[in-house]
C-alpha cells in the first residue's frame, strides 16, 4: 500500500485492511454484510487507529 490511495475492501470482516490502510496515510472504502462486523470494526478502528477517521454506517 501506498501513501494517498484508495483502499476498497468488500469483506471487510475483522478490519485488519482497515487499520492497516489509515495508518499508511490512505483512504478506505469497506464494507460489509453483517452489522456485527460493522460495529466490531468501528470500535477496532477507533482504538487502535492512529488518525482522526470519519465512519458512516448505513445500518
Known sequence: MFE???MFDPFM????NAIAT???N???VCY???KEHCQFTRKRIRK???VNVNLN???
Open 4 to 6: 494517498n490511495e484508495i
Open 13 to 16: 470482516g475483522a478490519g485488519t
Open 22 to 24: 489509515l495508518r499508511s
Open 26 to 28: 490512505s483512504r478506505l
Open 32 to 34: 460489509d454484510i453483517s
Open 48 to 50: 487502535e487507529s492512529r
Open 57 to 59: 454506517s448505513f445500518h
